[in-house]
C-alpha cells in the first residue's frame, strides 16, 4: 500500500512538473498568442496594385501617410528608436522597401518593378 500510495505521488509530481515546463516555455499556448510567424504574415500583406509609376511618386522627407496614400498600408518589417523599415509586395514578387527617420521617408528601394 505504502509503495502504491509513493507511486502515486511520483506520477503526480511528474505530471505537474511537465505541465509547468510546457506553460512556462510557453509551448502549450504558443499558437493562441501567436498564430502565424512573422514570414507568413508578410505574405498576407501582398498586394497587387503598384507599379514603377507609384514608387516614382514617393519623394524624400515624405510622412508615413503620405507614402500610404500613394501605396497603400504596408508592412513594417523593422523598428529602431530612430528608424521605421516598411515593405510593399506585389503578386508577382516585385516589391518597394523604405525607411523612414523621425516619420519623414529617407530611403527607397524598388526591386522588379515595371
Known amino acids: 500500500m505504502l509503495r502504491n500510495d509513493l507511486n502515486n505521488y511520483i506520477r ?3 505530471i505537474s512538473f511537465a505541465l509547468g ?9 504558443r499558437n493562441i498568442s501567436d ?3 512573422p514570414e507568413a504574415s508578410i505574405q498576407s500583406n ?3 496594385n503598384f507599379s514603377l509609376a507609384e ?10 501617410a503620405e507614402v500610404e496614400a500613394i501605396l497603400g ?3 513594417e518589417i523593422e523598428r529602431t528608436k ?3 523599415h516598411f515593405v510593399w509586395i ?6 518597394i522597401r523604405v525607411e523612414f527617420q523621425a516619420g519623414k521617408l529617407k530611403s527607397k528601394k524598388q526591386f522588379g518593378l515595371k
Open 46 to 48: 501582398v498586394t497587387n
Open 12 to 14: 503526480l509530481f511528474l
Open 90 to 95: 506585389n503578386l508577382d514578387t516585385s516589391e
Open 21 to 29: 515546463v510546457g506553460i512556462g516555455s510557453g509551448s502549450i499556448s
Open 73 to 75: 498600408r504596408g508592412t
Open 82 to 84: 530612430a528608424t521605421a
Open 55 to 64: 514608387y516614382q511618386r514617393l519623394n524624400l522627407d515624405m510622412s508615413v
Open 35 to 37: 498564430p502565424k510567424p
